[in-house]
């Protein structure tokens, strides 16, 4: 019998593909890669019942959409997103979003600074809360809770503050005592943390 095509690779969820139009019309250029996002909806899918996701850096919704999509039908799992950008917030409000997923129009640092130990799953995509205020972020992981950080090959950037803010992350994330992490080479590079505890 011949193997079957596996066709999931091709397919985007419905959300991500509707948040992709939403990028397209804007001409919005920073959404997460699909590898990327295939990583956060595995990830999704094991938050137990009754957890919380956050994603700082929402963007018009694309790794939202990812993170929605690994929930499948639950409802159990509140799942936020913040957004510094007024206008990029409002795009990503326009997506037919379930109940439990929020986006919110606000500064991740801040954010996460009043939230700690609250979070399962954090996608920290935005400078805040990921070059500035990490620590925050960390903080705000639950016991054997998840951090994924992208973007951290730095020859995926030209620009100088990219490749030192890039390296600060990693040195941080592979150097902190309450976390163990491991650095992935998938997509534009990817650091995939669990708080200690």
């Known amino acids: 019998m011949a193997p079957r095509a596996d ?5 985007l969820p419905g959300h991500v593909v509707e948040a992709l139009e939403r990028a397209r019309r804007a001409g919005f250029r920073l959404s997460s890669e699909p590898a990327v996002g295939r990583l956060l909806a595995v990830l999704a899918a094991g938050v137990p019942a009754g957890g ?5 850096g929402t963007g018009v919704g694309v790794g939202l959409g990812w993170l929605a999509h690994g929930l499948g039908g639950r409802s159990d799992v509140e799942v936020r997103s913040v ?8 795009l990503a409000q326009e997506g037919r979003w379930p109940a439990h997923v929020l986006v919110i129009l606000g500064d991740a640092e801040l ?6 130990a609250s979070f399962d799953l954090i996608f920290a995509d935005a ?3 990921k070059w500035e205020g990490l620590e925050h ?15 951290m090959r ?15 992350v990693h040195a941080r994330l592979l150097g902190s005592p ?20």
């Open 178 to 197: 309450a976390l163990v992490s491991v650095e992935i080479e998938w997509a534009t590079g990817v650091i995939l943390c669990t708080r200690c505890g």
């Open 137 to 151: 972020t960390i903080a705000a992981l639950r016991p054997g809770g998840h951090l994924v950080v992208d973007d």
């Open 154 to 168: 730095p020859d995926a950037w030209i620009d100088e503050t990219h490749r030192t803010k890039t390296a600060e």
């Open 83 to 90: 957004e510094a950008d007024r206008d990029t917030a409002a």
């Open 127 to 129: 400078p805040g809360g």
């Open 52 to 56: 919380r996701i956050l994603e700082l």
């Open 7 to 11: 066709r999931s690779r091709d397919t």
């Open 111 to 116: 954010y996460v600074r009043d939230h700690p």
